[in-house]
């Protein structure tokens, strides 16, 4: 704890100082638009294009639809080009975000703050720069080492070690595997926020919560809290708002993938870029990045044992199933709506929020690439993106004081997919019998008999 301690006092001392650098967001706006015609929708696209715009939703123009809202992100530089030919087409907008820097500004951890100094030298309620993700996850392993041990997945592009955490319940009988990845979005830092909360979450219950006992006799789980590194240290010093990884590309004038276009699912077909300084940039063939193909080794080695794939992004607030290249249902399409439907009614209850599920194809877009429909095309019957909050008020720059809430109703969510599984496959590993459940036992067991 003393080692601990230590080293996030320097922590605290160094980061912040590099966080004030960056302000290349001043004045910027993030601005909803409602296309109304599909004339509307061609001057939409066309401004998107020549002013080269961070479209936030849909992220490709060709996407805009009439009837569909827009997010975008506005250098102040063109705001006043924009709203005016918005204004001249009679476009109707919202401004979502006055000022994006301000915004970014509050979301970061303030020096000298207090979560830098919690006893317990981690605070789940703030955002981690990369250095305390590795930190992190070298105490989780070392503090649980009856459950959780720590191991490498393969190297980034910049050569950082990817490293995931396995839970596994010792036992000499054989398990099938839940893999969960994070962060493939640089970006998106809720979703590397609630790896780490999902880990914390197990570790603190499983051994009380009579649903998590019962899946770990059958399960691992299979955790990587960060899966761009590369770009997500590259959000936190550079770029706030950048998506792709950084591989250099045309002899280092362009950079970064979009490593969730870059799977070997249907590649570069649709909903991707081939032109390299695109958000949606597929790569130059499928698996052309190291760290989706450190991924894919990886699954495809234990494919027979991973019964579930969960990915997690922001923003949006969806649960979406295959297929997102086309819009031809998955084999086992029912199990997964059943699966996925349950798991958003669960995660309403918690805080009210309202999740969509469906086949991203058909609530969403198209895309191609995407580590969802490679899992469940090479076999994964349960294989899920997950988008959390929000819907596009704070987009990607969700504030620190939503981590909580967000993690909370994401993890019931989880935990139900996981426990739809679990049931699926091993329908006899009963929820341990103490006398207090024994009859609530006999009475699911009856219903299911009579049913
Ligand atoms: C990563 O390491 C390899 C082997 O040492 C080296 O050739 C390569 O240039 C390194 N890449 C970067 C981006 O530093
Ligand atoms: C990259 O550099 C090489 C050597 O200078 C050159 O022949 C090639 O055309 C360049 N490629 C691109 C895409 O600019
Ligand atoms: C991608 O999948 C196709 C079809 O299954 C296969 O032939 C090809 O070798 C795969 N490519 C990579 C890079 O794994
Ligand atoms: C790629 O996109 C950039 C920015 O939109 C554009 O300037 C460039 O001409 C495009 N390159 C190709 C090869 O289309
Ligand atoms: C959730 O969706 C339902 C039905 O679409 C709607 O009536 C309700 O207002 C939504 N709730 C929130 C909190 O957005």
């Not at 204004?87 to 303030?110: A, C, G, K, T, W």
């Not at 596994?168 to 790896?195: L, V």
């Not at 805080?351 to 469906?358: D, M, Q, W």
Request: net charge neutral; aromatic share 12%; charged share 20%.
């Amino acid at each position: 704890m003393k080692l601990s301690l230590g080293v996030f006092c320097l922590l605290g001392v160094l980061i912040p100082g590099r966080i004030g650098l960056r302000s290349q967001y001043v004045g910027d706006q993030v601005l909803r638009v409602l296309p109304q015609t599909s004339e509307n929708v061609k001057q939409l696209q066309q401004l998107c294009d020549t002013l080269l715009l961070d479209l936030w939703k849909p992220l490709l123009s060709e996407d805009i639809q009439a009837g569909e809202e827009l997010h975008v992100r506005v250098p102040a530089s063109s705001l006043q080009e924009l709203k005016g030919s918005l204004n001249q087409h009679l476009i109707s907008y919202e401004v979502l975000i006055r000022d994006v820097q301000e915004q970014l500004d509050s979301s970061m951890p303030r020096k000298g703050g207090s979560h830098w100094r919690v006893p317990e030298g981690y605070s789940y309620t703030v955002y981690h720069p990369m250095e305390e993700i590795y930190h992190w996850m070298y105490q989780i392993k070392e503090s649980n080492s009856e459950l959780v041990t720590q191991h490498s997945l393969g190297m980034t592009y910049e050569n950082r070690s990817m490293y995931y955490l396995k839970i596994s319940q010792p036992s000499n009988k054989a398990k099938k595997i839940i893999w969960m990845d994070c962060g493939i979005h640089a970006r998106e830092w809720i979703s590397p926020a609630f790896c780490q909360w999902f880990v914390k979450e197990i570790l603190q219950n499983y051994k009380t919560d009579p649903k998590i006992k019962s899946f770990l006799q059958n399960l691992d789980v299979y955790i990587l809290p960060v899966l761009n590194i590369d770009g997500y240290i590259y959000s936190w010093t550079t770029e706030r708002l950048w998506r792709k990884s950084r591989s250099a590309h045309v002899n280092g004038t362009c950079f970064g993938t979009d490593l969730n276009r870059n799977f070997n699912g249907s590649w570069g077909s649709i909903g991707a870029s081939h032109n390299c300084s695109s958000l949606t940039f597929c790569g130059t063939g499928p698996e052309s990045e190291p760290e989706t193909k450190a991924v894919a080794r990886f699954i495809e080695e234990r494919k027979s044992d991973v019964l579930c794939f969960l990915t997690i992004h922001s923003y949006g607030q969806y649960i979406l199933t295959p297929y997102g290249y086309k819009t031809d249902l998955a084999s086992n399409h029912q199990d997964l709506v059943e699966a996925a439907e349950k798991a958003a009614v669960a995660l309403k209850e918690k805080h009210g929020t309202n999740f969509t599920v469906g086949p991203t194809s058909l609530v969403l877009y198209k895309n191609s690439g995407s580590s969802r429909d490679w899992a469940h095309m090479i076999g994964i019957p349960f294989s899920y993106t997950f988008e959390l909050r929000d819907k596009g008020a704070y987009g990607f720059i969700l504030p620190p004081d939503q981590i909580q809430p967000t993690c909370e109703e994401t993890t019931t969510a989880v935990m139900t997919i996981i426990e739809y599984v679990n049931q699926k496959y091993f329908p006899n590993s009963a929820v341990a019998v103490t006398s207090g459940s024994l009859w609530l036992w006999l009475i699911v067991l009856f219903t299911r008999i009579l049913s």
